[in-house]
């Protein structure tokens, strides 16, 4: 019998990178205030990298959650690949990326990833794997992912957002 709960403990596994990255935070704050120039520069450093890796880490949260969507996502080799159970599955490849979409369908939502040659791979926001596209998409030009996450976060609005394309060439 562990000494934290089952649903504390699930809680704090998700949310271990945000944590971690609130203690570089307050380390570097810590770091600041020892006295001398040298401690205040390196506790500022210390203190930014920690401040940016939080944001970073609290936009990635939207992605998170609880698997109850059929299928599996895999992101590999600058590849996004959907293993679909009941429905058709692909792949993309990040560079032929064109547009990204959150739809809504019949009260779930999903990825509508478009390529250049005009295919589209649907993917589960809810499917196994699926907050590995967080890290993909921060790969994307020009791409905000606070504006992803908010769009993750609207419960309630349009079923259809764009949350991405490609920027024109040149």
């Known amino acids: 019998?562990?000494?934290?709960?089952?649903e504390l403990a699930r809680w704090l596994t998700q949310r271990?990178?945000?944590?971690?990255?609130?203690?570089?935070?307050?380390f570097g704050g810590w770091l600041a205030l020892r006295?001398?120039?040298?401690?205040?520069?390196l506790g500022a450093a210390v203190f930014a990298t920690g401040a940016v890796?939080?944001?970073t880490s609290w936009r990635r949260l939207a992605f998170l959650h609880d698997v109850t969507a059929p299928g599996?996502?895999?992101?590999?080799?600058?590849e996004i690949r959907y293993f679909g159970a009941r429905s058709l599955g692909g792949s993309i490849a990040l560079h032929e990326l064109n547009e990204i979409r959150l739809i809504r369908l019949n009260?779930?939502?999903h990825w509508r990833l478009k390529s250049r040659d005009g295919q589209a791979l649907l993917i589960p926001v809810e499917a196994r794997g699926a907050e590995q596209l967080a890290?993909?998409?921060?790969?994307?030009?020009?791409?905000?992912?606070?504006r992803v996450s908010a769009a993750l976060q609207q419960?309630?609005?349009p079923s259809l957002r764009i949350v991405w394309t490609r920027p024109k060439p040149g």
Do not use: H, K
């Open 107 to 109: 009260g779930q939502d």
């Open 72 to 78: 599996v996502v895999e992101v590999v080799e600058g």
């Open 155 to 157: 419960t309630e609005g």
């Open 16 to 26: 271990r990178e945000l944590l971690a990255a609130l203690a570089t935070v307050l």
């Open 1 to 6: 019998m562990g000494l934290i709960r089952p």
């Open 53 to 55: 890796w939080a944001v």
């Open 35 to 41: 006295g001398g120039w040298f401690f205040f520069a």
């Open 135 to 146: 890290d993909a998409f921060t790969a994307l030009p020009g791409l905000d992912l606070g």
